[in-house]
């Protein structure tokens, strides 16, 4: 027996991902309903040989509806998720609209999959920040290991994550250049093509952007309050994947050949280091993967206990669509959607 599911934001750069990703999965469904914005009405997508044709979200019937995945942006979510979490469907929500919310879980399966338990309160469970996602999928099993006290990480981030207007401007600013000039910047404060912007979205009043300030809570809200973090997020020429240099500082001493063979055994992670010219992942290799790769493992001479870390991952697969399915898959191995839940 299968689900009915209900993906939102079906036109979007994640919303296909996760039609993608259902499919690739084999994410046991009876019926699929691709949901966009009225004037989207129509719009067809595809999952595996069939074509769907966009339903308007204001008109859609949710209350048959097994699981939702959302991905149309904060404002819709925070206006909507709740009333459909109280229907028969769990919302799983790709926004920031919820992620922060005391009754809302936020969930990476590797990392703390029992709080999954807890989406009964609001109906919704919500999907992290894409940086935060692949962040805590590589310190969760140090952690448990040998305790960390303290991460600076800096993120390399690729436009695909500021959606599909941000990855046309950047194809279009870089071929402008070559041509007539570019243009003046639109989605991005300055240009993005051969360059990089240590920017992303709203600055704070203690100087650090809001971006930075997710990296922070949700880190603290998924894994352990105790961890200190700082962040800085940099918008980088690079149409998919983010890359992420991070600095740890733990308890205890972790040797890196210690630190390696941990990581190469953790779930959802693969590790590619050698010390030797292309013995790295990069963004380009991680596109369409699943995994969160890990390289450059190494000590941090200069704290007691320290190493530092190169992590990469396809922000559109592990990111976002990926991660929101596997909290599905999670749910129904744990009998907690639809018929099961009540059962």
């Given at each position: 027996?299968?689900y009915r599911v209900?993906?939102v934001?079906a036109?979007?750069?994640?919303?296909?991902e996760l039609m993608a990703v259902?499919?690739?999965?084999n994410?046991?469904?009876?019926?699929?309903?691709?949901?966009?914005s009225?004037?989207?009405?129509?719009?067809?997508?595809?999952?595996a040989?069939?074509?769907l044709?966009?339903?308007?979200?204001?008109?859609?019937?949710f209350?048959?509806v097994d699981?939702?995945?959302?991905?149309?942006?904060a404002?819709l979510?925070?206006?909507?998720?709740?009333?459909i979490?109280?229907?028969a469907?769990?919302v799983?929500?790709?926004?920031s609209?919820?992620?922060m919310?005391p009754?809302v879980?936020?969930?990476v399966?590797?990392v703390n999959p029992?709080?999954v338990d807890?989406?009964r309160?609001?109906?919704i469970i919500?999907?992290p920040?894409?940086?935060?996602?692949q962040l805590v999928t590589a310190l969760?099993?140090?952690?448990?290991e040998?305790?960390?006290?303290?991460?600076?990480?800096?993120?390399?981030?690729s436009?695909?994550g500021?959606?599909?207007?941000a990855?046309?401007?950047?194809?279009?600013t870089?071929?402008?250049?070559?041509?007539l000039?570019a243009?003046q910047?639109?989605?991005?404060?300055?240009q993005?093509?051969?360059n990089?912007i240590p920017h992303?979205?709203d600055f704070?009043?203690?100087?650090a952007?809001?971006?930075?300030?997710?990296m922070?809570a949700?880190t603290q809200?998924?894994l352990?309050?105790s961890?200190q973090?700082?962040?800085?997020?940099?918008?980088?020429?690079?149409?998919v994947?983010?890359?992420e240099?991070?600095?740890?500082?733990?308890?205890?001493?972790?040797d890196?050949?210690?630190?390696?063979?941990?990581?190469?055994?953790a779930?959802?992670?693969?590790?590619i280091?050698k010390?030797?010219?292309g013995g790295y992942?990069?963004p380009?290799?991680a596109?369409?993967?699943?995994?969160v790769?890990?390289?450059?493992?190494r000590?941090?001479?200069?704290?007691?206990?320290?190493?530092n870390?190169?992590?990469v991952s396809?922000?559109?697969?592990?990111?976002?669509?990926?991660?929101?399915v596997?909290?599905?898959?999670l749910l129904d191995?744990?009998?907690?959607i639809?018929?099961k839940a009540?059962?």
């Open positions: 027996m299968g209900a993906v934001g036109t979007g750069a994640v919303g296909r259902l499919e690739e999965v994410f046991p469904l009876d019926d699929i309903h691709a949901i966009a009225r004037s989207s009405k129509g719009v067809e997508v595809s999952y040989d069939r074509i044709r966009c339903e308007d979200f204001e008109q859609f019937d209350s048959g699981v939702v995945l959302m991905s149309a942006g404002d979510s925070r206006q909507h998720a709740e009333r979490g109280r229907t469907a769990v799983i929500d790709n926004s609209a919820w992620r919310h009754q879980p936020l969930v399966p590797e029992d709080a807890g989406f309160a609001k109906g919500a999907n920040n894409c940086s935060t996602i969760k099993p140090l952690h448990d040998a305790r960390i006290k303290r991460v600076v990480v800096s993120t390399y981030q436009v695909s500021a959606g599909k207007p990855m046309d401007e950047l194809w279009e870089t071929k402008g250049l070559f041509v000039g243009d910047p639109k989605h991005f404060t300055k993005i093509a051969f990089v992303i979205d704070l009043p203690d100087g952007t809001k971006e930075e300030w997710k922070t949700e809200k998924i352990d309050p961890i973090l700082t962040a800085t997020c940099v918008r980088v020429p690079v149409f994947g983010h890359s240099a991070v600095n740890i500082e733990f308890e205890t001493e972790m890196e050949d210690e630190a390696r063979e941990i990581l190469r055994e779930p959802g992670v693969q590790v280091d010390r030797e010219d992942i990069t380009v290799e596109v369409g993967e699943f995994s790769y890990v390289s450059r493992i000590r941090d001479p200069t704290v007691e206990h320290g190493l870390l190169w992590v396809d922000n559109l697969r592990k990111g976002a669509a990926l991660n929101a596997q909290i599905a898959q191995d744990r009998g907690l639809g018929g009540a059962a």
